[in-house]
């Protein structure tokens, strides 16, 4: 295969290509650090999409694409011993390019996106890892004064325990990071841990972050990891 047609085929069928990508590292035993809770927010979906699956750069049945950047978002769920959690259910939801979210009680005037999905869903794989090929959102206002940065919320479960919920925040939006009230809410030296650096890839022509979820408090209740 030439490497345009390589190209080609990876821009095409890119989940297939994520087996080509190195998966974040696991963390030595002495620092799988907690990643903290933040707020689950207003706009966890109501109705779930029928389309459910890891990409959110398109809906079934509809020809055209989501707005924005494509980005890809994967990492490993693992627990605070270090160990990979096959099994674990990633949901992330988020606002598309322009900021909005499709729920009634987003009252931003900026326009829905129809063929962005919204919300996903992953079930971790071998070694606790989850991929979503999803769009850079768009930040929107809160107040006359506040304005959240571009961020994606995540919810992780397992079963018989309290589900991780947080926010993904990518580092080269500084400003908007720096003013942030839920980001401020975490202890600084904790806020690097919601934090991702989009790279370019060069296989994917897209950039991607990585982002490792360690479960915490609510895992505390049973360190046996779930691999059913
Ligand atoms: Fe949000």
Known sequence: MSLTSRRTFLKNSPMLA?????????????????????????????????????????????????????????????????????????????????????????????????????????ITKNDGQYSFLTIKPGSYPVTTNWRRPPHIHFKVKIPHQSPLITQLYFTEETQLNRQDRILQRIPSQQRKLVMTELIYNQSLMMRVGKFNIILGEQYADNRTPYLG
Request: charge should be negative; charged fraction near 20%; aromatic fraction near 10%.
């Open 18 to 122: 994520i087996g080509l990508l190195n998966f974040p590292q696991l963390i030595l035993a002495d620092k799988c650090l907690i990643t903290p809770n933040q707020t689950e927010g207003p706009f966890y979906p109501l109705n779930f999409p029928s389309d459910s699956d890891q990409d959110l750069t398109r809906v079934a049945g509809h020809s055209s694409i989501a707005l924005g950047e494509k980005i890809l978002i994967m990492g490993r769920v693992i627990t605070p011993d270090c160990i990979p959690l096959k099994g674990a259910k990633v949901e992330i939801w988020q606002a598309c390019a322009s900021g909005r979210y499709d729920h009634e009680f987003d009252g931003n005037s900026a326009p829905i996106d129809p063929n962005f999905q919204y919300w996903g869903l992953f």
